[in-house]
């Protein structure tokens, strides 16, 4: 079964614009991992957050991790049309990832 | 580094043959896993081996099996092969950092197609 389940499942927004998409889970973990694909492509990984952080950037993306809430949310700042892809959470326990559906990310020009 | 790498890229059969994908990781990187990615259920985790040694194991049946080699090559093969196995297959692997450390690094993936 899936752990982790994105929100919203589809977000379009207009070049330039921040994109915030959501991702709960269901049990313990001990780090979770966002990561993006192309249509079709492998998944290309942007950022991991341990249990014990609490919010991480690299460049344009931030993210963060509430434990109580078991819930994360990656914000993309001033989004590009390259940013259009397929963006997943996966959540880490003992030595397994297990991804969520995905959100679909469609920037508009 | 070279990435991760699969081969084939596409691969179409015929339902009941069964067929075998390859996965090159990352030079020096000894973890692999597999999954499978179709619309309707997402990305589904296959197994993971770890120097030869298969860590974990999804919920497929047994058709679905896989090994590892001495040099951290990888395989997976379907046997019997039904029309829902179509999906694109992506394998990933992970560096020794430690299990709690590491982000996976996915190939392009074998995109499968059971006629």
């Known amino acids: 079964s899936q752990q982790g389940e994105e929100d919203p499942q589809a977000l379009s927004i207009q070049e330039g614009e921040n994109a915030t998409m959501n991702c709960s889970y269901k049990t313990s973990i001990n780090n979770l991992q966002w990561y993006r694909q192309n249509s079709g492509r492998g998944l290309v990984h942007l950022i991991l957050?341990?249990?014990?952080?609490r919010e991480k950037h690299s460049g344009r993306l931030r993210v963060t991790l509430d434990t109580s809430k078991k819930s994360s949310s990656l914000l993309i700042t001033a989004s590009r049309a390259a940013d259009t892809a397929s963006y997943f959470c996966?959540?880490?326990?003992?030595?397994?990832?297990?991804f969520g559906k995905g959100t679909r990310l469609h920037i508009l020009p | 580094k070279a990435g991760v790498t699969q081969t084939p890229r596409y691969l179409i059969k015929t339902r009941g043959q069964q067929v075998t994908l390859s996965c090159s990781p990352i030079s020096g990187h000894r973890s692999v896993s597999w999954y499978q990615q179709t619309p309707g259920q997402g990305l589904q985790f296959l197994f993971e081996y770890f120097s030869e040694t298969q860590r974990n194991k999804g919920n497929f049946p047994g058709r679905f099996s896989g090994r590892q080699f001495s040099n951290s090559r990888s395989e997976m093969n379907v046997s019997t092969l039904e029309l829902g196995d179509s999906a694109l297959y992506l394998c990933?692997?992970?560096?020794?950092?430690?299990?709690?450390?590491?982000?996976?690094?996915f190939g392009p993936g074998t995109r499968l197609t059971v006629t």
């Open positions: 957050i341990r249990s014990n952080e």
């Open positions: 996966a959540t880490g326990r003992d030595d397994k990832i297990i």
């Open positions: 990933a692997s992970r560096g020794t950092g430690g299990h709690l450390s590491g982000a996976w690094y």
